[in-house]
């Protein structure tokens, strides 16, 4: 028996279109990432006890995303400088919080405001290592797009580029003002500034902290 229940994006390219409700419209759409924080071994020797392991300890993976409305806007949702977006109001995209760690239980939350969709061109979700060794094996990430209307769509970060820290997971794109297409990317880059170039977004990035 099929179980309709998920849907899993497994190669690159392969895509969805969210399923619309008559009465209801879409809905909220919950994009959550998960991943397990697990310790990376230190190499050994003179200098690996001289200078410490701490700080390759674990991973802090962090989830975001670009934006592009309807009306031109562009800009970022992340936690790193405080870019937590709204909900209600454009960008119509906003981030739960920040997990710094990969243990709690929910992960991290990005909410995109569907009954909006006549406002929203795309969206480019992305995870990012921000501390840590950029090892997206040891990462295990999986991103899960949830919404009232229709299956979980479900993309994992199987395919890895240890030593890029920054992953383009999936585009939401707007399909006739209507719904929404998810798109597997799974693409792997040096930054944000990268990425950017690749998908034409146009920003201009400057260092960040949180």
């Given amino acids: ?22 009465h209801q419209g879409i809905g909220e759409i919950l994009v959550n990432l998960n991943w397990n924080q697990q310790s990376v071994k230190p190499s050994g020797g003179f200098l690996s006890s001289l200078f410490g392991t701490k700080a390759r300890s674990g991973i802090d993976l962090d989830l975001g995303c670009l934006y592009e409305l309807t009306d031109g806007s562009k800009s970022c ?43 929203i061109k795309r969206v480019l979700v992305y995870a990012f290592i921000y501390e840590g060794v950029a ?25 890895h580029r240890n030593g ?31 990425m950017d170039d690749a998908y034409h977004w146009g920003l201009s990035w400057r260092t960040g902290r949180k």
């Fill in 1 to 22: 028996m099929v179980n309709l229940s998920k849907i899993e994006l497994t190669k690159k390219g392969q895509s969805i279109n969210l399923t619309k409700s008559q």
């Fill in 77 to 119: 949702v992340q936690a790193l400088g405080n870019a937590f977006g709204k909900l209600h109001s454009p960008p119509f995209v906003e981030l739960d919080g920040d997990d710094r760690t990969g243990m709690v239980s929910g992960g991290e939350n990005l909410r995109i405001n569907g009954d909006k969709v006549k406002d």
């Fill in 135 to 159: 090892n997206w094996s040891e990462a295990d990430g999986i991103v899960t797009i949830n919404y009232e209307t229709g299956p979980s769509v479900e993309v994992r970060l199987n395919e």
């Fill in 164 to 194: 890029k820290n920054m992953c383009a997971i999936a585009m939401i794109e707007n399909v006739n003002n209507e719904t929404f297409k998810v798109e597997r990317l799974v693409e792997y880059f040096n930054g944000h500034k990268d």
